[in-house]
């Protein structure tokens, strides 16, 4: 069942398109029915898990689409276990393996040896690694006095096809820094770096076979993401920015995320007291919002469809459990219908040896 959202909801997107030629803007308007009431009141979507349920993010399919990685905050109840634990599962959702702790993203190599993770320290200084998952060992690429990128503010690694390179985004300018916030290449065997792609872009996220990626700005008096985001074309080197504005309650553009082998994009939106999910193309001719319910933590299938983590403990504390759209159908279900609590078992980590991440910094 659909049920229909707040209040009179408009987006306009002004769409300044960079290039040689011309600049364009367009305008394009989304609406909800101004006679319908709002579904969540302030405080019932979202915020921190439920003490005795699971609290998983970035739900990650294999490009084989055998096995699943993902990010478990922490252990309910446990405050001796790690946190930001990185399991791997198989498809379905049977069978964890305890691979690291302090891991923050993910992302799998074209082979599906090797994992490209965000390492956090402190909660907020993060180094991008590269996971082995044959050897069993993980190489730190940024953060140390050695590296180009040489201080704990770069993260959201991804692997680009068909070569040995990684786009990194920086976020942060530290004192003395030698390199701008953007978004880098940085090649995880020789460690070279290129870039910055865009000044000032952050949460970097490829698609199309590494065609473009699409990107946000980030303000650099606040500090904060904008909502402005980018789509960035290699081809050309070109920039589509995207900037909406509201009519309504409580609006945020929070992420988007690309389909890595096509062009479809799903923008993560805040409001009327919810996170949604919104369809668009890297065309940005036409935007569908596609859930009602909530939704957030966008990851794609290598079948096309994708899989989001939805709150569905309507009220204060979360129960966050990972969905999947079918981009055929349109339909939603819960990935792992069945299993309890609709989440992988997972057992005590001291069950595992886990790989040793030694960052140098």
Not at 96 to 109: C, D, L, R, V
Not at 287 to 296: K, M, N, V
């Amino acid at each position: 069942m659909i049920l229909v959202m707040a209040t009179r909801f408009v987006i306009i997107l002004f769409f300044f398109l960079f290039s040689a030629c011309n600049d364009s803007i367009n305008v394009i308007e989304l609406e909800d029915d101004p006679e319908e009431e709002t579904y969540f009141n302030p405080g019932e979507y979202g915020g921190s898990s439920l003490e005795d349920k699971e609290d998983i993010y970035n739900v990650t399919f294999s490009n084989d689409g055998e096995r699943v990685a993902l990010i478990r905050r922490r252990t309910p109840g446990n405050l001796t276990e790690p946190i930001r634990q990185l399991w791997i599962v198989d498809k379905d959702g049977r069978n964890p393996e305890f691979i690291a702790s302090g891991t923050q993203s993910i992302a799998w190599s074209e082979d599906d040896s090797r994992i490209a993770s965000t390492f956090v320290i402190g909660g907020q200084h993060t180094f991008v690694i590269v996971i082995d998952l044959e050897k069993r060992i993980a190489k730190q690429l940024t953060g140390s006095p050695d590296h180009t990128i040489n201080r704990y503010n770069a993260a959201n690694p991804q692997f680009m096809p068909g070569s040995s390179n990684l786009l990194v985004s920086v976020w942060g300018q530290a004192y003395q820094q030698d390199y701008d916030i953007g978004v880098y290449v940085i090649n995880y065997e020789d460690e070279s770096v290129e870039g910055p792609l865009g000044e000032y872009l952050n949460r970097a996220n490829l698609g199309n076979n590494g065609a473009f990626f699409s990107a946000f700005y980030l303000d650099t008096v606040s500090g904060d993401y904008s909502n402005i985001f980018v789509n960035y074309d290699f081809s050309t080197g070109g920039l589509d920015e995207i900037n909406p504005e509201l009519t309504g309650t409580e609006f945020r553009l929070d992420n988007s995320t690309p389909n890595p082998r096509g062009n479809e994009i799903i923008l993560e939106i805040r409001r009327d007291f919810a996170d949604q999910l919104v369809k668009t193309s890297f065309s940005l001719e036409h935007f569908e919002q596609i859930t009602e319910l909530g939704g957030h933590n966008v990851k794609w299938m290598p079948d096309g469809n994708f899989v989001f983590i939805r709150d569905i403990h309507k009220g204060s504390g979360a129960h966050y459990v990972p969905h999947k759209y079918n981009s055929t159908t349109g339909t939603i279900t819960k990935l792992w219908d069945d299993l309890p609590d609709y989440v992988p078992e997972f057992p005590p980590t001291n069950n595992f040896t886990p790989i040793d991440i030694t960052i140098d910094w």
